[in-house]
C-alpha cells in the first residue's frame, strides 16, 4: 500500500515540525530561566558570588576584622601589623603592613573610615605584603580604634 501526501499535508507537516520546534525550544529557554531566577534568589549563591566579585573587608587598628565580604581569605592570620611612629597625630598610625596568602599583582585599595585627612601610598614588601604609608594631614581623636576598608582588585 503506497500512502501518497499532497502538497497540503507536506505543508501541515512541515508547519506542524516548526511550531513543536519553536514550543519546545521556548520552553528550554523558559525553564533554563526559572532555574537561574530561583538561585539568584537565594542568599548563600549571591554571597558565594559577592565574594568573587570585588572582595573586600572592615578591620581596625587592632586588627580585628568587622565586616568580611571575601578579602580575608587573601589576608594572612594575624596579617595585620601597625607602626607608631608620630606622637603628634593623636595615636594614628604611621605605617602599615598586610600580609597576604597569595601574590596579588597590584596594591588593594586602603581606605580610611574615620574622619581623618590622610594620605597613603602603597610600597611592595616582601614575599606577598604590602606596605601602605600613612601621612596625615588632620586627624581626629576617635572613640573606638580607627577603621580601614581593603578592597581587592
Not at 576584622?65 to 597625630?89: C, H, M, T, W
Not at 597569595?102 to 606596605?131: F, M, Q, Y
Request: no cysteine.
Amino acid at each position: 500500500m503506497i500512502i501518497e501526501l499532497s502538497n497540503v499535508g507536506v505543508a501541515i507537516v512541515g508547519f506542524t515540525s516548526i511550531v513543536t520546534i519553536g514550543t519546545v525550544f521556548l520552553k528550554s529557554r523558559k525553564y533554563i530561566e526559572d532555574r537561574v531566577q530561583e538561585a539568584l534568589s537565594k542568599d548563600e549563591v549571591i554571597q558565594k558570588i559577592s565574594l568573587l566579585v570585588k572582595p573586600d573587608m572592615i578591620f581596625d587598628e587592632t586588627g580585628a576584622i568587622i565586616v568580611d565580604r571575601g578579602a580575608s581569605a587573601f589576608v594572612q592570620d594575624k596579617g595585620i601589623s601597625f607602626l607608631y611612629e608620630n606622637p603628634l597625630f593623636d595615636g594614628a598610625p604611621s605605617e602599615m603592613r598586610i600580609l597576604f596568602s597569595k601574590h596579588i599583582k597590584t596594591a588593594p585599595l586602603l581606605t580610611p573610615l574615620n574622619p581623618d585627612a590622610v594620605h597613603i601610598r602603597a610600597i611592595r614588601g616582601e614575599a606577598h605584603s604590602w606596605i601602605y604609608k600613612l601621612n596625615y594631614s588632620m586627624t581626629a581623636k576617635p572613640s573606638e580604634p580607627r577603621q580601614y576598608r581593603l578592597e581587592i582588585f
